[in-house]
């Protein structure tokens, strides 16, 4: 069975710092783009970032980029979410999601992934 599970979440300090984690089972991640997404509530999923097969090439969206760094360790099957200086205004599920193919698009789409996982709360919060 496919799966992507994500962990890390929980409740922070404005400023503080997170690191998710995005764990596939049942496929290896090597062969593809993983992007992370996040939804608070009453809005839509947005996309954050994205990294390709290799892990050479990364996309941010414009709010995020120099507070959030993308990786992926293909030996180990995990992608990450480094979140730093983090905002109230970032509470929110985050997801991964795995494209089909070793790409990313600039625009980190929904719509052009194809495996997600269940999500993790991340709350930033006095």
């Known amino acids: 069975q496919l799966q992507l599970v994500e962990s890390g979440g929980g409740l922070v300090q404005p400023g503080g710092s997170l690191r998710l984690s995005c764990a596939a089972s049942?496929?290896?991640?090597?062969?593809?783009?993983i992007g992370w997404f996040r939804q608070a509530p009453g809005k839509e999923r947005e996309g954050v970032s994205c990294?390709?097969?290799?892990?050479?090439?990364?996309n941010y969206t414009n709010s995020e980029k120099g507070r959030f760094t993308i990786s992926r360790d293909n030996a180990k099957n995990t992608v990450y979410l480094q979140l730093t200086s983090l905002k109230p205004e970032d509470t929110a599920v985050y997801y991964c999601a795995s494209r089909s193919v070793w790409y990313c698009s600039i625009a980190v789409s929904p719509i052009e992934y194809n495996y997600w996982g269940q999500g993790t709360q991340v709350t930033v919060s006095s």
């Open positions: 990294i390709d097969s290799s892990g050479h090439t990364t």
């Open positions: 049942g496929f290896t991640l090597d062969h593809y783009a």
